[in-house]
């Protein structure tokens, strides 16, 4: 099998695994048990806590966990806008995020809330000059992902940062593509709010964490016990927090490491792609985008048909993101970089991970390319384009 869908979900790694494993046997007490078994698990999901701070910058005091990246998400959006009711609701996002925070917008907005959905640039970038202009008296919150997970576009973070400090406004980025891949000092970057989750960086599903900047009052989501000083309730998923706490420990000690492999694997990969199939092109920023994205298009394909041909072949990939696949509908992202409907349709995510190899690389190119072919060989379409190219008297094809 190459696995090839790691903005889906990662491999959980190994050392991972290990930390994780006492949790789950002799290490099971709860954390707030005031005997030593439990304060033994109050001190792993403690240094856990230290060690994701410490890869943002920030205090471990700082971080929050939850259950995923959605629930993080929900939390800093809904809760914001909550607390902030007498002062104004209108929030601003964009157009590409992810279903997490578009879905929790919409339902802000039958509660009351206005929402400005800022577009991108062909490349998949917010337009900060219409994030400016957007800013009303009664924003109080600005939310726009980090990465984009489809296309894995990196947002200029640090000037949205600027923007919602001059204004005072919150600003929340939904960071769980980007968090261990790239970067993300939260304090120079001005972010108030940050949500990730562990399964996208080799750690287990089911964890996520809320970065709360000391200082911004944000008010419980999830009530009932004293848990992370009673502001996210229900007893810690310890061995998950461990599990997530080294994951982001490993991805610190590897980012520099990882993200120039990955950069030139995918460079590889986008290099052989656009220039051996013809009709093909590349969605998102060449450049400002995660080491291991790569998002294509392919003219006269199906994405869907692609992605099952490439499965019989034992390769993983995705179209469009897992949550728009299953249902039939372009993706929201494709079309907001200004693609049609059939190219959008023809799309494949090829997203690489810490364990992808120079030859799983070759062999995926070539099954793309012989199923590109395939299913356009089969396309009335495409028979119909080509006889449009011929050149008329000639009986020549047309060559790529
Ligand atoms: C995966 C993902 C989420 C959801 O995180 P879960 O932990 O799977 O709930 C949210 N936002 C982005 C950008 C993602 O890629």
Request: net charge positive.
């Amino acid at each position: 099998m190459i696995y090839l869908d790691n903005a889906a979900t990662t491999r959980m790694a190994p050392q991972v695994r290990e930390a994780m494993l006492p949790c789950l046997s002799e290490r099971f007490g709860n954390p707030s048990s005031l005997y030593s078994l439990g304060t033994k698990s109050r001190e792993t999901v403690d240094e856990a806590r230290k060690a994701i701070g410490q890869i943002l910058g920030a205090d471990g005091e700082e971080i929050y966990f939850t259950g995923s990246g959605t629930e993080a998400d929900n939390w800093a959006l809904k809760s914001a806008a909550l607390d902030q009711k007498e002062r104004g609701r209108h929030i601003i996002t964009s157009k590409i995020e992810h279903h997490a925070v578009l879905h929790t917008c919409r339902y802000l907005e039958e509660q009351g809330y206005e929402v400005t959905y800022l577009d991108v640039d062909e490349w998949g970038i917010v337009k900060l000059s219409q994030l400016e202009r957007a800013i009303r008296r009664d924003t109080v919150l600005i939310s726009v992902m980090a990465a984009n997970n489809e296309i894995g576009t990196i947002q200029p973070l640090g000037k949205i940062g600027q923007i919602a400090g001059k204004h005072g406004i919150l600003f929340h980025t939904d960071a769980v593509q980007a968090f261990g891949q790239i970067p993300l000092p939260v304090k120079k970057l001005g972010i108030s709010l940050l949500s990730a989750s562990a399964h996208k960086i080799y750690g287990p599903k089911g964890v996520g964490f809320l970065y709360i900047k000391k200082g911004v009052g944000l008010s419980s989501f999830i009530h009932g016990g004293a848990q992370e000083k009673g502001r996210r309730a229900g007893t810690e998923n310890t061995a998950g927090i461990a599990g997530f706490g080294r994951a982001a420990e490993l991805a610190g000690e590897e980012m520099k490491e990882r993200g120039e492999r990955e950069r030139k694997l995918r460079d590889y990969l986008i290099r052989r792609v656009l220039g051996e199939i013809p009709y093909s092109r590349l969605n998102g920023h060449p450049l400002q985008r995660l080491p291991g994205n790569s998002n294509f298009s392919f003219r006269f394909v199906e994405g869907e048909a692609l992605l099952i041909l490439l499965d019989m072949e034992g390769i993983c990939v995705s179209t469009g993101s897992a949550c728009t696949s299953g249902s039939s509908q372009a993706s929201h992202v494709l079309l907001a970089l200004g693609l049609s409907d059939e190219t959008a349709h023809g799309s494949l995510r090829v997203t690489l991970g810490r364990e992808t190899t120079g030859a799983e690389i070759d062999r995926t190119v070539e099954a793309i390319k012989r199923n590109v072919a395939k299913l356009r060989s089969k396309s009335p379409a495409y028979a119909d384009f080509l006889a449009r190219q011929r050149p008329r008297g000639s009986s020549r094809g047309i060559r790529f």
